[in-house]
């Protein structure tokens, strides 16, 4: 055999070797497995924006003999509208006349028309009949109305109030020392109203003032009925002194002017028995002028913001507006805010007890339908209203 294909002695042995050494023993590595996804974040979904601006229904008496009021109370719900920068906004006008059937037409149409809030309509009837159509799909009521019987969690009262101007009075005459006060109303729903709030209000202090009260009749003369009340709470005595402190008298216009000069004919002194009033005063400039009226204090809103509010006006429009102007412009105060919460409307927006910016200063719903207005005591002067105690610039919930 040739040399070069003899096998080596040492290859032979390295092969002998390596097959006497007994093979390591490995685990087998498992296959990798494919790794499992982590499980997603659930990221909350962002609420779905709203489909353009709120449609709000504006129900106005535009036609016949309140149609003056109600193009001033358009003109300020739209005044409000660019003041507020308000784009979330539509505003659907309609012609509520001043009946019920008339105010329920034109709400019947606005909430065809898709609107869901409504604005209105002036008067408690018409409220009343709108009330059950807005109900019936959910929608929330701001009436302008004042009359707190027809108030309630989905329909908002915006009206001044007699209660919360009488309440606001009455605090101020005691908070001078006046104990001794005695109240004069006429026989009509807003002497009603006004005498069940004295009672309310004087009783619940335990002042004994709560029961001196005088009703004369809302038509008719009345002397007789201003008399028997200065004989039975005021007259005053021999010496001059009068029997009562303040007397407030919840009436406006003529009916005002002839009970105070009853008052004056009776030798009651307004030098010393002060009287009170409420905002009716404050809408007559015959009452304001007149002299038997002189030295009396009354609930109102703040005359500045008030001044104000008729100089934004009137330098949009040409015009200065009608005093029940500025609750429109405060509706859509609030339906912009509304329009602006979680909600749409949002009611908890509505109600925010922090309140809200009117025209004439703060103001705010409450839970039960009713609104609280901040209100200023004014003196009736020579030179016209002057503010004796301003209106709080923020609004407290009282103990009920």
Known sequence: MPRACRPSRLFVALL???GCVPAEQTTPTAPPQPSRPAPPVVQPLPPPLPAGPLPVALLLPLGGKDATLGRDMLDAAQLALFELEADELALLPRDAGVGPESARAAARA???????LLLGPLLSGATAAVAPLARERGRIVLSFSNDASIAGPDLFLLGWRPEEQVERIVRYALG?????????????GYGTRAVESWRRFLGGLGEPAAEAVGIYPAQGDPAAAVRAFLDRHGRPASDGTSGLDAILIADGGLRLRQVAALLVFYDVDPTVTRLLGTRLWADDPAVLRDPALRGARIAAPDPDAEAAFRRRFAGVYGREPQPLAALAYDAVVLAAAAAR???????????????HPGALGPFRLRPDGLAEHALAVLELSEEGLRVVEPAPLRLVFAAR
Request: net charge neutral; charged share 25%; proline share 11%.
């Open 176 to 188: 001078q020392g006046r104990r001794r006060l005695g109240l004069l109303a006429p026989n009509d």
């Open 16 to 18: 002998v070797l390596v």
């Open 110 to 116: 606005a909430l065809e028309a898709g609107a869901e």
């Open 341 to 355: 919460g979680p909600g749409r409307p949002d009611r908890g927006a509505l109600v925010d007890p922090n309140g």
